[in-house]
């Protein structure tokens, strides 16, 4: 089932130095399932493609539909939770309160509320570290918070843009592996903006390769990894023969080049 | 000596000494390098009348009796730190707060904290109004657009007012209308302590980043909600900082009220009636109780600050 559908999208920003495309003719279908990462240079639009999704932009041209609704009615709808590239957690709640944030707009009952974040809570793996301050918990924590935030509600899209780029590798690695196991166990639909291969690589079952100046979608991947990923399948060839060609979509799209 | 001894922590006793010893020894050293200027600059100004009064009276005086008289005159120049420290404990623990007058019990007038009282009072009703409506208009300036053109001018045009001059209108209008005592002197305070509020409000209700309002919009979240849920609580760090120097002003405020007008109570009167009879000591010691109450009520928030970002989490 098609979730999410983009038809020749359109975007085109007016800054004081001229228009400037971010966004060129963009289609695109994401299955119900799916998780798709979006890779390409700075500039590429996937990050503004996220935000359309989002309705956090409009486009100028094209359609895009989720849920077969406009995307300003399903994120009335509740159709998506969003994380961002920053953790974005408001320092003066607790972390409990942070996840309750989106909770108490919806209108959830008390109790509801805190089953649904003992829930998350545990599916994030901070348990226990409910009743503390944001900046009592180390980066990778603050962006498990986050994204038990947008888990909190009933929403089966999640859009994930850059989520782990302030992280250190060795962090990164380990959240990309708790990541795979949320996506198993919540049957989520996630589209996932990165710029790096080995993460898209990892992570995905559809990696759509992007480049810039216009923004535009220069190759589909369609992964045939296993969807039961440990660590170590990236040194496997089939894994690193998709890296090639994630890096030979990249180079088409004149995306070294400076 | 063993190892263990000369590792063995201080006492508890030397270290609280010695921490109150960090705190208390700059603000000693700070006040009497102050108290000495005073005092050299109360011999300078207040010489010339005791030299000239010898002189009248032909008589020849020593350094000793003459430095003796510039800290002992009745209306020096420049009182002398004692002198005025005298007058402050005279007039407050030495007076009575309350006396009975025509069968009645009235507070003194002779009581310096009368006087504090019928300042601080309309101060802080002023500065109530006067944050109040800094805040309302911080909100309608960060809400819409027209008024974010319009108001903040027309606040800055306000300040440049002399207060002094506002100041009898004020109470001569409102007069007319019939409100008097408390009132008049609490608006023209509430005039002086909203702008630093608007001010900083303004800025602390635009405090949030592009990531958090984002998340808001992601959840469809209504103005209101946005305000309370993020704008608001984002800007309670800039709130004090305007209310602590709001509530200055309020004092300010209410103190120039007190003086072209004619007021027969407050610190402000305690001034003009001063200045009217020469009695430096009196306006000096006016002008210490109003920095007295100014810096009680400034730590009286402080304290308030502290326990409210305490309790949000903020105070790292």
């Known amino acids: 089932m098609t979730v999410i559908s983009a038809n020749s999208l359109d975007l085109t920003f007016q800054t004081n130095d001229g228009s400037v495309q971010a966004l060129s003719n963009v289609s695109l279908d994401i299955e119900k399932g799916d998780f798709v990462s979006f890779i390409g240079p700075s500039g590429c639009g996937k990050t503004t493609f996220l935000r359309v999704i989002a ?64 829930h998350v809570l545990q599916l994030v793996d901070l348990e226990g570290f409910g009743k503390k301050f944001p900046w009592q918990l180390s980066g990778g924590m603050q962006q498990r918070a986050s994204i038990a935030r947008a888990l909190a509600f009933d929403a089966d899209i999640l859009l994930m843009d850059e989520p782990f780029g302030a992280l250190d590798e060795i962090v990164r690695d380990r959240l990309n592996e708790e990541l795979l196991k949320l996506w198993a166990r919540t049957e989520k639909t996630i589209g996932f903006v990165t710029h790096s291969i080995p993460e898209a690589v990892y992570l995905s079952t559809k990696i759509v390769v992007m480049s810039p100046r216009p923004g535009r979608i220069t190759d589909v991947i369609e992964s045939d990894l296993p969807r039961e990923r440990p660590l170590d399948i990236r040194d496997t060839p089939e894994f690193l023969a998709l890296a090639h060609r994630v890096r030979e979509g990249l180079r088409e799209g004149h995306a070294y080049d400076e | 000596m063993s190892v263990a ?76 730190p004692h002198q005025v420290a005298a007058e402050l404990w005279n007039t407050t623990a030495g007076e009575e707060l309350f006396r009975e007058r025509r069968g009645e019990l009235r507070p003194n007038p002779r009581n310096l904290l009368f006087h504090a009282y019928q300042t601080l009072a309309p101060t802080l009703l002023g500065f109530v109004i006067g944050s109040l409506a800094g805040l309302l208009l911080a909100i309608g300036i960060v809400h819409n657009r027209a008024m974010d053109l319009s108001v903040m001018p027309w606040a800055i ?29 609490s608006l023209i305070s509430a005039y002086l302590s909203f702008f630093p509020v608007v001010v900083g409000m303004v800025k602390g209700l635009r405090s949030p980043g592009a990531i958090d309002l984002d998340l808001l919009r992601t959840y469809s979240a209504s103005r209101t909600e946005t305000l309370f849920k993020l704008r608001l609580p984002a800007s309670v760090p800039f709130l004090f900082a305007s209310l602590k120097v709001g509530i200055a002003a309020a004092l300010v405020g209410t103190i120039v009220a007190e003086l072209p007008t004619g007021a027969r109570f407050g610190l402000g009167a305690r001034l003009l009636t001063g200045s009217y009879y020469g009695q430096t000591i009196q306006i000096w010691s006016a002008l210490f109780m109003a920095a007295i109450c100014a810096a009680i009520l400034v730590a009286i928030l402080g304290l308030i600050e502290r326990a409210t970002l305490r309790r949000m989490g903020l105070n790292r």
């Open chain 1, 55 to 118: 309705a956090l932009e409009q486009p100028t041209g094209g359609t895009v539909s989720v849920n077969g609704m406009t995307p300003d009615e399903a994120r009335k709808a509740r159709a998506y939770g969003y994380v961002f590239q920053a953790a974005g957690l408001y320092p003066w709640r607790t972390i409990e309160k942070n996840i309750k944030l989106p909770l108490e707009i919806m209108g959830y009952t008390a109790k509801d509320q805190q089953d649904r974040v003992n």
């Open chain 2, 5 to 80: 001894e000369a590792q063995a922590p201080p006492c508890a006793f030397c270290m609280a000494m010695r921490r109150i010893s960090m705190a208390v020894l700059p603000v000693l050293t700070v006040v009497s390098v102050i108290v000495a200027i005073w005092y050299g600059g109360a011999y300078l100004m207040n010489r010339w009348v005791t030299l000239d009064t010898a002189q009248r009276q032909g008589v020849e005086l020593t350094f000793n009796e003459l430095f003796a008289d510039t800290m002992a005159q009745e209306r020096p120049r420049l009182p002398a």
């Open chain 2, 157 to 185: 045009a306000s300040q440049t007012i002399p207060i002094l001059a506002v100041a009898p209108i004020v109470i001569v209008v409102l007069n007319a209308v019939g409100l008097t005592g408390v009132v008049p002197k």
